[in-house]
């Protein structure tokens, strides 16, 4: 499993279509071919959808996003 947002396959399963990407710290689930769900996890372990972040912070979104 590549990871959708840096393409690379540093990336370990953590659950059904659920992957963590250790090259961009982003946890994404997979909802079909081309279709995800990035997250990315806080220092408390909260999942946080980079869909709210964009909406909060476009700098740190387009940061995670490259
Ligand atoms: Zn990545």
């Known amino acids: 499993m590549n990871c959708p947002l840096c393409n690379s396959n540093d990336t370990g399963k ?10 961009c710290l982003v946890e994404f689930s997979v909802q079909g071919a081309g279709a995800y769900t ?7 372990g909260t999942l946080i959808a980079l869909s709210d972040l964009v ?8 940061n995670f996003l490259g």
């Open 14 to 23: 953590v659950g059904t279509n659920q992957y963590y990407c250790w090259n």
């Open 38 to 44: 990035a997250y990315y996890v806080d220092e408390e």
């Open 55 to 62: 909406q909060k912070s476009g700098t740190l979104a387009e």
